[in-house]
């Protein structure tokens, strides 16, 4: 029997083609987003919905960015369609993440910032996390310890100090994204690191660094002179607590 024709398959080709002899970054957004729906739509015109989805949302960025639950409310979006859009920032992670595989021990600054820029890649809501590293500096685990709302997050010491001791680390980089913000520390930022800082020299392990990432921006507390209290503390809650680090926001 003859194979069935598909429908759209000519065009489909033709943007293959294009794709494979241009690369992406010629393309409109709404001609990327066709491209990319095609996987999740094989037997149907996937342009319309890619004007729609960008109409919706304001761009390509914001259309992967969007929640999941958001994304099915437009007409024509459903669970798998969702799925693959929230699939390639975390892909797009997964792939930096796995370059950097080679970084077993972190000894300086800018080795801090680059192993933590791909970590927090395409997150959109603010996370704290936290590498646990031996008296070598070489990694012993990275682990998220707190995942808040966009300009926001919470955050346990406590809890890092547990980790740090379960893992036998002797030294700590704290790390934590500024969504849609600058990657400058705030006076919070600053103090409440100082807290952790004292926490952990209780049990005899050394806070190195704390890096802050926003988009493929990042700053090292310690080339930056940050790792020292404001000249003006402000007052915290108890640092046993769940303390907040809130994103800096351009004004």
Not at 57 to 68: I, N
Request: proline share 4%; aromatic share 8%.
């Amino acid at each position: 029997m003859p194979k069935p024709v598909q429908p759209h398959g000519g065009h489909r080709e033709r943007v293959y083609n294009r794709f494979l002899n241009e690369g992406i970054e010629h393309f409109e957004e709404h001609q990327a987003l066709e491209l990319l729906l095609f996987f999740a739509k094989p037997r149907c015109d996937t342009n319309e919905l890619a004007h729609e989805l960008i109409d919706h949302f304001g761009s390509f960025a914001q259309v992967l960015d969007a929640p999941f639950n958001e994304l099915q409310k437009v007409k024509g979006v459903g669970r798998i369609t969702a799925i693959l859009l929230k699939l390639i920032p975390a892909m797009g992670r997964y792939y930096y993440i796995s370059k950097d595989r080679n970084i077993k021990q972190i000894t300086s600054d800018e080795e801090a910032v680059r192993y933590f820029l791909s970590r927090f890649h395409g997150y959109t809501e603010e996370r704290f996390m936290v590498a646990l590293l031996d008296d070598k500096h070489k990694v012993l685990k990275c682990v998220t310890l707190g995942e808040g709302i966009r300009n926001a997050v919470a955050v346990n010491s406590s809890k890092i100090v547990t980790e740090a001791v379960m893992a036998g680390a002797t030294n700590v980089i704290l790390a934590h994204n500024h969504p849609g913000g600058i990657a400058l520390p705030s006076d919070s930022d600053r103090w409440l690191t100082m807290q952790i800082a004292k926490m952990l020299k209780t049990v005899n392990i050394t806070l190195c660094d704390h890096v802050i990432v926003c988009d493929d921006d990042g700053i090292s507390f310690a080339s930056s002179g940050y790792l020292h209290l404001p000249d003006e503390p402000i007052l915290m809650q108890n640092a046993a607590s769940e303390d907040v680090f809130p994103s800096n926001k351009m004004k």
